[in-house]
Structures are given as structure tokens and as C-alpha cells.
């Protein structure tokens, strides 16, 4: 779905080149500013795929592991029983691809566990096992 | 069991002093009586009591409300007295709970004794006692003199700002005088909100009185409006200890205790979940405080290495940081050295951080959440390989700690 993002504002871009050079400036140039975008846009999905993949996340046997980010490299761990919600949303692109964003919710404002891009039925796998684990494990304030 | 007559005294005289004018309009007068009838009426409709461990609270003229509290979650009691209220003998007994600043339960305006006896059975039945277990006897920890109140809020970074001020003023101004007026009027303005802030400070920290009492920590102060506040043992999420620059030449600082909870603070008052143990004080009544709050928070703590110095070329002169058995220290700032301590125990999560700059460097920061907005413990600028460590480790001592997991001891 990142990738597509990226494809979808790259075309855009590249359509809005072609119609405004045309008007202005004549064929090449028009060729100029759809290769230039191309270039970009292939530049952009290298960056949004190094990004896809720094995600990732590990259910351990007592906490949630989560991995993300390139150039701020960050990871958080979440003990089940620290878990006071967890929050399955999913908005309309999101829904388009079948996927949603699982989010984990403790006590302190600074917990910072989300999972963006789970397939639906993983995300609901997810939700049941985490909600069941933390009811397990509460350990309360 | 029900709120006094007396409040609605209190309501009324608050709502006379609402307009705050001299010249009584037909409007005001409506006003008045409309808030006083609607104070009045959330008063005869307010009920409240204990029923095993919890308390409700029903309130509602059209749309009742029903708040019930486990008092077993209680994150503190407090006693509070509004100037007005104090006047009259009325007191107001706050609980408060984790969650958001809706959650705390308000029984507004009661005798003062009948105030203190429902906080000591409230209390009671926090700890899971009977409620007609009398208030246990308390032992003073700490008095801060008002003397010393009133210098620390003298002593803020904003002394060398306004003296700077002060000489650009008088410079510019000798050789222009539409300068001076319109400088001089918008210090003045500066003047009196710092002058505010200050007043604020010292009047709700006048005569502050730490006490300990074996159903939590009672912390007392006021100048006009008292609170007390009592926090039970168990429930210090964090304590932080700040030493602004004009307080170390003096061998002061301060003592924050962080609770959890108040997470918005839009209620009238701020949601106090930062509570001053110690507003100002020497060292060594803070070390005495906190060996009442945390007994065991020894850690042996030690440096980022000296490449750390590139990342924070200031404050590396304190970093330090360390985890010991139940608690994990962090020691920051260059201007103003604040020491952070976590209990192992109240830990939600770990998080870990590597900018580009820290791993070219080979370093790593590791955070510990504990509840609240802005509390959590930093270690920064770790060697990668001890923040690794940490990392595997540190999930295994906190489960330790909350005793969900057999110690190796």
C-alpha cells in the first residue's frame, strides 16, 4: 500500500507535468519532467520499501517487541500485562487493501507500540491473542 | 451520609463574587441567581457513599450521573479547603483516579471534621481495612521554612532576563523617549505576570508540611486555600529531583513526585499529577525524603562514554545513569541538573532510539515509560552494546520487580 502511495502521487505528479509543459513549453520538456518524475518516484519507493521493511514486530513470551524506523532506528518493548487497550483501526485507503493498524495502549502517554499494515485477519489474530494475554498477565498501575 | 447545608453558602458567595464589578446591573443580579440556583441544585441532587470498596457518587437533575470509584485504584485522597469554604469551616474531599481528570470523584463541601473522618475512612478502605478504622498517627518528615519559599520563588533564570531588560531599557531609552514608554509599559506587563506566577507558587506552597503516615505520604500546604493530599505508598509512579542553576550554589532543589492519572488537565485546576514533596529544600532533607519514598533506589551509576560528549556537548557534564535491583536513575541537564527515578516495578514500557548521529557514534538512548504524560525515565547516550544489554535484561528485572515473575534470589 506504501508503494502505491508512492506510484499514485508520482503519477499525478508526472499527468500535472505533462498538461502544464505542454501548454508552455512543447514536447521535450515534457519528456524532460516525466523522466525526472519517474527517477523520483523510483527513488521515493527505495525509501518507502527500506521503510516497509524496518517494520517488524516480535511476540515474545512475555512482551510485544516492535522494530521500526531507518534513520531513527527505534524499538519498544510492551510487557502483556502492561497493556491497558488495544485499538484496531482501519481508515478507507486502508480498508481498500484489506489492512488495518493495530495500536497498543499502557498507562503512560509515551508507549509508542503501533503496527500500521497488518492484513485484517492478522490484526484481528493479533487484538484476540494480545487482549488475551494481557488479561492473563494484568498487572494493573 | 450527604454534603452540608453550609455549601450552599459557599456556591453563593462564589457566584456573588463572579461579576467581580461594583455596579450591580439587572443582568448581573440574574446571573448571580442563576448560578447560584444551578449550584443549589447540583448540591440537593448530589448523593454520594461507600458500598464495600467503592464509592458512588450520583448526581443529575434530568441526566443522572453515576461515578463509582474502586477505591482499591485510588491514586490519592486529597483535602481541600477553597478560601472560601475554609471560612466557613468546609472542607472538599477529592479522590483521585488513573484515568483522566473526569474520573476524580468531588464530595463538595462537608464539615472540616466530617471531612477528615470520611478522607480517614476512604482511606481505610483503600487499604483494604474496615472504615471505622480511625486515622492511623502520622510523623512530621519536613518543613519548609516560608522565608525559604519566598527566596526560591525570587531565584528563577527570569532574574538576569529582566535585569538585561532593565539596562537595554534605560540605554535605549536616554536617547529616545517613545522607547522608553512603550518598553517600559511592556515590562511592567512581564513584571506582573512573573510577579503572579510567583504569588501562585508561594501561596499554594505556603507552609508546606511532609508528613508520613502508614496509609501514604500527607503533603499539607496554602497560604489561603489548604490542601491536603494524601498518596498512598505504591502509588509513586516517579520521583524527580531539579536543581536550577540559583538553587546549587545553595545546596537546594526540588522534589517532584509523579502519580499517574490527570492525563488532561482541564479541570478548573490543573491536574496536579506532578506534586511538589519537597518545593525547595537542601540536599539533605531531599535525601532523608526520599529514603521515606524509595527506600531502595540504590544504582550504581555511571557515565555515557566520552564520545557521548559530540551528542550533548553541554550536558554530558552530569549524564549519568544507572539500574540497580527495584530502580532505574537517570541524571540530566547542564543549566538546571534534574535526576529522574523509576521504581522497576512502575515501568509500562521500554523504548530504545538511534539517531544517525548517535550510530556513528555507537550510542543508544533507552527510555522507561512509566504512566502519566511526561514521566519516563531516559537513559541517554548509552554505548550500543550496554543499551543492547539493557534492552534484553531490563523487560526480565522489571517483571522481577512487579513480582510477576520469581526473582533469582
Known amino acids: 500500500m506504501r508503494r502505491l502511495e508512492v506510484a499514485l502521487g508520482a503519477l499525478g505528479f508526472a499527468v500535472v507535468g505533462v498538461v502544464a509543459s505542454e501548454v508552455e513549453l512543447g514536447l521535450a520538456a515534457a519528456a524532460g519532467v516525466v523522466g525526472g518524475v519517474l527517477v523520483m518516484g523510483l527513488l521515493a519507493e527505495g525509501f518507502v520499501n527500506r521503510r516497509y521493511r524496518s517494520w517488524g514486530y516480535l511476540e515474545r513470551e512475555d512482551d510485544l517487541f516492535i522494530r521500526r524506523g531507518v534513520l531513527i532506528k527505534r524499538l519498544s518493548i510492551v510487557p502483556y500485562g502492561r497493556m491497558q487497550f488495544v485499538d484496531v483501526t482501519a481508515g478507507v485507503v486502508e480498508r481498500m487493501f484489506g489492512i488495518a493498524t493495530v495500536r497498543l495502549h499502557t498507562a503512560a502517554a509515551a508507549t509508542d507500540a503501533r503496527l500500521p499494515g497488518l492484513a485484517v485477519s492478522e490484526a484481528a489474530r493479533l487484538r484476540e491473542r494480545l487482549t488475551s494475554l494481557g488479561e492473563a498477565r494484568a498487572a494493573g498501575i | ?409
Not at chain 2, 451520609?1 to 446591573?25: E, K, N, R, T, Y
Not at chain 2, 526520599?290 to 555515557?304: F, G, I, K, Q, S
Not at chain 2, 539500574?323 to 521504581?343: K, L, M, N, Y
Open chain 2, 1 to 409: 451520609m450527604g454534603p452540608s447545608l453550609l455549601g450552599i453558602l459557599v456556591i453563593l458567595a462564589s457566584a456573588a463574587a463572579l461579576p467581580g464589578q461594583a455596579g450591580l446591573s439587572a443582568s448581573d443580579l440574574l446571573i448571580v441567581l442563576l448560578v447560584a440556583l444551578g449550584g443549589v441544585v447540583y448540591w440537593a441532587v448530589t448523593r454520594w457513599r461507600v458500598d464495600g470498596d467503592t464509592l458512588r457518587v450520583e448526581t443529575g437533575l434530568f441526566r443522572r450521573q453515576s461515578l463509582q470509584v474502586p477505591l482499591s485504584r485510588a491514586q490519592a485522597v486529597d483535602l481541600v479547603e477553597p478560601f472560601l469554604a475554609r471560612v466557613l469551616g468546609l472542607a472538599e474531599v477529592r479522590v483521585r483516579t488513573g484515568g483522566a481528570s473526569r474520573g476524580d470523584a468531588r464530595l463538595c463541601y462537608l464539615h472540616y471534621n466530617e471531612a477528615t473522618l470520611v478522607r480517614a475512612a476512604l482511606l481505610a478502605v483503600a487499604h483494604g481495612l474496615h472504615e471505622a478504622v480511625p486515622a492511623p498517627p502520622e510523623q512530621r518528615l519536613a518543613v519548609v521554612p516560608n522565608g525559604r519559599l519566598i527566596a526560591a520563588g525570587c531565584l528563577t533564570g527570569a532574574i538576569p532576563v529582566s535585569l538585561g531588560a532593565v539596562i537595554a531599557l534605560a540605554v535605549l531609552g536616554s536617547t529616545e523617549r517613545s522607547v522608553l514608554i512603550t518598553g517600559g509599559s511592556g515590562l511592567v506587563a512581564v513584571f506582573v505576570t512573573m510577579a503572579l506566577t510567583a504569588w501562585r507558587r508561594i501561596s499554594t506552597e505556603w507552609s508546606f508540611t511532609v508528613a508520613e503516615a502508614p496509609d501514604g505520604i500527607r503533603i499539607r500546604s496554602g497560604l489561603l486555600s489548604l490542601a491536603s493530599e494524601t498518596v498512598p505508598r505504591g502509588r509513586i509512579q516517579a520521583v524527580r529531583m531539579v536543581e536550577p542553576f540559583w538553587f546549587r550554589p545553595l545546596g537546594w532543589c526540588r522534589l517532584e513526585l509523579h502519580l499517574a492519572g490527570g492525563v488532561k488537565g482541564g479541570d478548573r485546576q490543573p491536574a496536579r499529577v506532578r506534586r511538589a514533596l519537597l518545593p525547595v529544600g537542601p540536599l539533605a532533607d531531599a535525601q532523608l525524603l526520599l529514603d521515606r519514598v524509595l527506600p531502595d533506589r540504590r544504582a550504581a551509576l555511571t557515565r555515557p562514554p566520552r564520545r557521548a560528549m559530540i551528542r550533548a556537548p553541554l550536558s554530558y557534564h552530569f549524564l549519568q545513569a544507572g539500574v540497580g535491583d527495584r530502580c532505574a536513575v537517570a541524571i540530566s541537564g547542564r543549566v538546571r541538573r534534574e535526576t529522574v527515578w523509576v521504581p522497576l516495578a512502575k515501568a509500562q514500557s521500554l523504548r530504545a532510539a538511534q539517531g544517525p548521529v548517535q550510530r556513528s557514534l555507537g550510542l543508544a538512548s533507552v527510555h522507561l515509560d512509566v504512566a502519566g504524560r511526561h514521566t519516563r525515565a531516559t537513559l541517554r547516550d548509552r554505548a550500543a552494546p550496554e543499551a543492547v544489554h539493557l534492552l534484553e535484561e531490563l523487560p526480565v528485572w522489571c517483571a522481577v520487580a512487579r513480582g510477576s515473575r520469581p526473582g533469582p534470589v
